[in-house]
Each structure stands twice: as structure tokens, then as C-alpha cells.
């Protein structure tokens, strides 16, 4: 396996090495059956790229739609009718 790749099997038996190299080198890469499987990151790192930065309200207002023609049509159906 190429540094930072490991089996399923490999890690399971060296998952301290894992979480080590996690910690100091970076992501290590787990296959399983020879394809990606999954990641094991360092938690600080984790944290830092899953920390919120603002609000939702904050992103729409800061997007870059002016002057993109972007044309937003409205329907203008009327509500149905139901039976209460």
C-alpha cells in the first residue's frame, strides 16, 4: 500500500498506527476490497473543516447574483380547493 493507503485488514491490525498517522502526516486512506472506502482524519482537522461559518441568511446575501440575468418566474396558480 502506498503511505497513507491501508486495507481494511492492515488498519484493523495497526489502528493505532492509523490514528497516528492520521494525526501527524494527515488523511489515511481505508480500501476495502481494493476501492476507497473511507477516511480517518485527525479530529482537529475535522473540526475545522466541519465548523458553520455564519448563517444562511449571511451566504444569500454575499452570493454572487448580481448582474448573472438571473430570471426567477413566479406561478401564479391559485390554491386548491378542499373539503373540510
Known amino acids: 500500500m502506498s503511505a497513507g493507503t491501508w486495507s481494511v485488514a492492515e488498519a484493523k ?3 493505532s ?3 497516528e498517522e492520521a ?5 489515511q486512506m481505508i480500501l476495502r476490497n481494493g476501492k ?3 477516511v480517518v482524519v485527525a479530529a482537529e482537522e475535522w473540526e475545522r473543516k ?3 461559518r455564519g448563517t444562511l441568511a ?3 446575501s454575499s452570493a454572487p447574483v448580481e ?4 430570471e426567477v418566474e413566479r406561478i401564479r396558480d391559485m390554491p386548491r380547493d ?3
Open 50 to 52: 466541519t465548523q458553520r
Open 23 to 27: 494525526r501527524t502526516h494527515g488523511p
Open 58 to 60: 449571511d451566504f444569500l
Open 67 to 70: 448582474g448573472t440575468a438571473l
Open 82 to 84: 378542499i373539503d373540510l
Open 36 to 38: 476507497k472506502a473511507v
Open 13 to 15: 491490525a495497526k489502528l
Open 17 to 19: 498506527e492509523v490514528i
